[in-house]
Structures are given as C-alpha cells and as structure tokens.
C-alpha cells in the first residue's frame, strides 16, 4: 500500500443525516482496494462556530484553538472525498463554513466529490468545485451521485446499487492518482 492519507469528510451535522452511511461506505470501499488508507473525518465532531477568525485562512495566523485543531486535522492528508448532500442547490452551510476555515491545507491537494440528494446532488458537486478551483484543489473527473430514490430503501436505509460500483472505483483511481501526483509539488513548495 502507498503512503496516500485520504479523509472523507462527512458534510452534515443533521440527526438522522443520510450522509453517515454514504461516507463509512466510501471509508471501507476505498480501504478494501488497499492502496490507500481512507479515514473518517465528520465534521460533527469537529464543532467550529461560524467563522470567527479575525485573519483571512490564507495568512494561516489562526487564533482560534477550534481552528488549530481543524487545521491539525486536515494538514496531515494527500486527498478528500467530500460527501455532500445537495441543500438548496448548494452544498450544506456547515460544510462551507469548515472549508472557509483553512486555505494552505487544502492546496496542492486532491478532490472527489460524492454527492446524494433528490437528482444525485449534481448542482452540490458543481459548487464544490468552484469552491476547490478557488483553494487550489484538484478536483477530480469522475464524482459519485447517489439518489435517495435509487440508493436507499425507503428513503431510510442506505442500500446503493451495483450501477455504483465501477463509478467508485473509476473515482478512487483519479483521485489516488492526483493525490500521490502532488505530493512532490507540495513538498517543494514546503522546502
Ligand atoms: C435544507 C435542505 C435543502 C434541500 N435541498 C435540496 C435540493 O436543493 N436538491 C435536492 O436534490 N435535495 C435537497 N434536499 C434533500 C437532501 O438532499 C436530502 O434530504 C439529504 O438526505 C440531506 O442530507 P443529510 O441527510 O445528510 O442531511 C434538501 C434537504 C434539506 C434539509
């Protein structure tokens, strides 16, 4: 296995979120190809408030300890799959507020995106990616769009169909690629 370090970062906070299932499923998909080591990261358990640093993220003089240990976290790996859901033709509040929280650890890094939602959370992904382009974050090709009326069971019980499959794996693929791709470039950039 490479040294690749990939979060998954669980985008909503809400009780009853469909988007826990969705991220321990891409967690032990992608740990079962054995390449890389794909960890949970829930924002649930990382509480910021609203934005309240006093200095832009891209200073990185933070004076918060809610952001030091939100920068800590994020720091230490090569690539996201942000998993979100599609709020109001956006991606949710909470998980804009953490990404506005850092700059420096999100650059010169790699992004997939796995959305769910009512039409597979399409118009998420393609905030998220504006948002990415704007921290210098290669996102990549293939994004993941479940529907909550194809991959659940009653609109309750996460149950993704095999259609889902190859998508995943085509993800995985590009998002390992550019992950272990940038490592270099960062490490220059560090020196
Ligand atoms: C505030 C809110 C806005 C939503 N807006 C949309 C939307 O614009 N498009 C869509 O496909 N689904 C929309 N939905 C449905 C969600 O995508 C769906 O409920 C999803 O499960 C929410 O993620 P969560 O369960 O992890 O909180 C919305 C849900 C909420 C709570």
Not at 13 to 20: K, Q
Not at 51 to 59: H, P, Q, R, T, Y
């Amino acid at each position: 296995m490479s040294d690749l370090r990939i979060a998954v970062i669980l985008g909503t906070t809400r009780p009853g979120r469909r988007g826990e299932a969705v991220a321990q499923w891409i967690v032990e998909r992608g740990n079962a190809r054995d390449t890389a080591r794909y960890e949970l990261v829930d924002l649930a358990d990382y509480p910021l408030p609203h934005l309240d640093e006093v200095n832009s993220a891209k200073m990185g003089q933070y004076e918060g300890e809610h952001t030091k240990t939100w920068s800590a976290v994020i720091d230490q790996y090569d690539g996201f799959v942000f998993v979100t859901p599609e709020y109001n033709a956006s991606i949710s509040g909470v998980l804009k507020n953490a990404i506005d929280y850092l700059y420096a650890e999100w650059t010169n890094k790699a992004a997939a995106f796995a959305s769910y939602g009512v039409n597979g959370g399409m118009r998420a992904v393609q905030q998220l990616r504006t948002i990415a382009s704007e921290l210098e974050l290669a996102g990549v090709r293939q994004s993941l769009n479940l529907s909550v009326f194809a991959d659940w069971q009653e609109f309750t019980t996460f149950a993704p169909g095999a259609h889902n499959d190859p998508t995943l794996e085509t993800m995985f693929g590009q998002l390992e690629s550019w992950a272990g791709a940038l490592q270099p470039l960062r490490a220059g950039v560090a020196a």
